[in-house]
């Protein structure tokens, strides 16, 4: 039998590359550091995700049952990697938790870290309760609360979504864009004016990248359906009169200053590389991308590699990445990880 392949992180990219190994007997050593398996989608307790508009708990949570349940998979929670040594076919890492792994190759699928609102000060986060980010909705959703303002548990009357925050913000080092917090805002607000249809729900963009599909399904019918406003703006700050909240900027469509008042306002967060990136680079010897995501070694013949043989990576841990496009480089990284331990058969 192979070595084991080892696997760094069990969010949607690392559940699915075990998947993919064990499916076709190839054993398997998954760490994680937190001490349940899902990755963000769990750990953050995220909602319904887009597109499917499955609950997470179930569609993420059904991925960690899965692979929880192969006895090919060996888990450890609560773990990291503190050293790795040797090379392709012949990897020893050793575990935070003692253990000794015998590896034949590894996948890194270390994900990310949600943008810190504190470091957008101006735009309310960390000053006023009732400014919260999408995954604070998330959970309000997720948990059965419902949408509330968290300063008195009241059902808010007007809520802004201020997209961009901590992404394509050259200020505060942040130029990525983050991919997918358009689309999950639309979705955001349509759930909202479900729960509260007498709220008005406004999205300030810079641009609205609802890309391919989500064009139709999200964007259109967050407006037509649902009556969801959208302003095209700069945003200049978020303040307080006292009572309600007051969101003042730039109309760049217009051109015009606009000041609206708010009983909650949710930042659209970004995707920030994963702040362990910089460990996991020296640990693994592989190198970072310039904006501190973990570097792919090759655009087209190999997409999984990093600059180490022996050594790939999937999902959100080299960029903002859906969770779709995440499962499917976990399995692309599974299959690229078999093929580097197996002999190389002669092709036709
Ligand atoms: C607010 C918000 C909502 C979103 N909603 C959607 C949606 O509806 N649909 C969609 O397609 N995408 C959505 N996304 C994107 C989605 O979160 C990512 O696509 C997905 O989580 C990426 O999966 P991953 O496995 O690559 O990384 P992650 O989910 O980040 O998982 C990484 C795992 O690695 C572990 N880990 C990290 N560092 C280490 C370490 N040093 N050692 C060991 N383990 C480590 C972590 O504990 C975690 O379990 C959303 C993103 C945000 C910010
Ligand atoms: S997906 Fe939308 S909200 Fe997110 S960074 Fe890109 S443009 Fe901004």
Redesign the pocket.
């Known amino acids: 039998m192979n070595k084991p392949i080892l696997i760094?992180?069990?969010?949607?990219?690392?559940?699915a590359a075990s998947h993919a190994l064990a499916r076709i007997g190839q054993p398997v050593v998954l760490?994680?550091?937190?001490d349940r398996?899902?990755?963000?989608?769990?750990?953050?307790g995220?909602a319904?995700?887009?597109?499917s508009g499955e609950w997470?708990k179930d569609a993420i949570g059904g991925m960690v049952d899965r692979v929880r349940g192969d006895r090919l998979v060996q888990v450890h929670t609560g773990?990291?990697?503190t050293r790795f040594e040797g090379g392709p076919g012949n990897f020893t890492a050793t575990l935070s938790n003692g253990s000794n792994v015998a590896a034949g190759a590894a996948i890194l699928?270390?994900?990310?870290?949600?943008?810190d609102s504190l470091n957008k000060p101006e735009w309310g986060f960390g000053t006023f309760p009732d400014v919260v980010?999408?995954?604070q909705v998330?959970q309000m959703i997720s948990s059965g609360r419902g949408v509330r303002c968290p300063s008195d548990g009241r059902k808010p009357q007007r809520v802004a979504i201020l997209l961009c925050v901590g992404s394509r913000d050259r200020q505060i080092g942040r130029e990525w864009c983050?991919?997918?917090?358009c689309?999950?805002s639309a979705?955001m607000a349509m759930e909202i004016r479900e729960e509260l249809p007498d709220c008005h729900v406004y999205i300030y963009y810079m641009d609205i990248r609802t890309f391919g599909l989500y064009e139709t399904k999200y964007y259109w019918r967050s407006q037509e359906e649902f009556k969801v406003k959208y302003i095209k703006a700069r945003i200049a700050e978020v303040t307080s009169d006292g009572h309600k909240l007051i969101v003042k900027g730039e109309d760049t469509l217009v051109k015009r200053p606009v000041t609206i008042p708010f009983d909650l306002v949710v930042h659209?967060?970004?995707?920030d590389p994963?702040v362990?990136n910089k460990?996991?680079a020296e640990t693994f010897g592989v190198a970072l991308e310039p904006h501190g995501y973990l570097g792919r070694g090759n655009a087209y013949g190999n997409t999984a590699e990093t600059s180490r043989p022996g050594v790939f990576v999937?999902?959100?841990?080299c960029g903002?990445?859906?969770?779709?496009?995440?499962i499917s480089?976990?399995n692309a990284a599974a299959m690229s990880a078999l093929a580097s331990i197996v002999p190389a058969k002669a092709s036709a």
Not at 48 to 51: H, S, T
Not at 178 to 181: A, T, W
Not at 268 to 271: F, L, P, R, S, V
């Open positions: 760094v992180g069990g969010g949607p990219s690392g559940l760490v994680d550091k937190a398996l899902g990755g963000a989608p769990i750990l953050s995220y319904k995700l887009v597109p997470a773990a990291s990697v699928c270390t994900g990310f870290t949600h943008f980010t999408t995954t998330e983050s991919k997918i917090c689309t999950v979705n659209a967060i970004g995707m994963n362990d460990s996991i999937a999902g959100a841990a903002p990445e859906t969770i779709d496009d995440s480089q976990g």
